[in-house]
């Protein structure tokens, strides 16, 4: 809307990224309306990526943003893609998704750990002495041989044992 007659209506333009040269723009003329939505996604994508640390544009060149973060000059892209293809010193390509092994390897390599991390944990809440029963148990020490060098009965050996190894497959269960 013109405020006065002899005022002219405002121009609105898309920057559009060019294919030969994606550092310069050509500026598409739009409507008002088209230019207030498209602008309204920019920014927001803009702001996004400020936010992330991935967008280094400068103010200036804002208007030269069309959200196409993959081909700006100012776009700090730091993730590196499992296909990209990589060419060692010989000049042999391949993608990293050589070097990793197979799901099914990938899946039962995650649950190990996760597996060692939970026993771990249920290791070290358990007292000096249980500790150290699991530990002369492992050793391949006989009940008798912890008894003694632990100071006490084997038949007490046997029950902290077993309430040990009770706890243990409780809490453990969902691996087992």
Known sequence: MKKHDNQKSRKYYYPLRRE????????VPVTEEQYRELTRCINRKRKREQRAGRCLCPKQYFWKCDAD???CQYHKNDLISLDQVLNDCAGFGSSLLDY???DSCLAETVEERALSEALHLLLDNLSEEEQEIIRLFSE???EREIANKIGCSQKTVN???????????????DWL
């Open 140 to 142: 391949d020490n006989s």
């Open 100 to 102: 990793l092994a197979d």
């Open 69 to 71: 973060c993959d081909n």
């Open 20 to 27: 030969n040269d994606p550092d310069s723009v050509d500026l």
């Open 159 to 173: 029950n902290r044992k077993k309430a040990i190894f009770s706890m243990l497959l409780k809490h453990l269960k």
